[in-house]
Nanobody, 122 residues
Framework: QVQLVESGGGLVQAGGSLRLSCAAS????????MGWYRQAPGKQRELVAA???????NYADSVKGRFTISRDNAKNTVYLQMNSLKPEDTAVYYC????????????????WGQGTQVTVSS
């Protein structure tokens, strides 16, 4: 089994910063892309940022220049540094990872964390 455990959410004033972490554990052979998604009340879940195993990144237009995604492959951990936070960034943030659990099979699966609440007050 694989688990993704997120931490770092909370309440912050507009203009402030937060850093989210997500650690993957369990039966892991390799991790491909890792990413952060968010879902605000009444809205669909959307991609915030993603990073490949080689370090290539992509960001939602709404967070470019404010958020930075990074990963520590040795720790199976992905981070999201969020600066200049805005009230519209308020959402539950979910970690996602595409993980291959066995060297015997090429296939991989997507796993999700439980979510962490980020609230930005104006």
């Amino acid at each position: 089994q694989v688990q993704l455990v997120e931490s770092g959410g909370g309440l912050v004033q507009a203009g402030g910063s937060l850093r989210l972490s997500c650690a993957a554990s369990g039966s892991i052979f390799s991790i491909n892309t890792m990413g952060w998604y968010r879902q605000a009340p009444g809205k669909q879940r959307e991609l915030v940022a993603a990073i490949t195993s080689g370090g290539s990144t992509n960001y939602a237009d709404s967070v470019k220049g404010r958020f930075t995604i990074s990963r520590d492959n040795a720790k199976n951990t992905v981070y999201l540094q969020m600066n200049s936070l805005k009230p519209e960034d308020t959402a539950v943030y979910y970690c996602n990872a595409n993980i291959r659990t066995s060297p015997l099979y090429v296939s991989s699966s997507n796993y999700w964390g439980q979510g962490t609440q980020v609230t930005v007050s104006s």
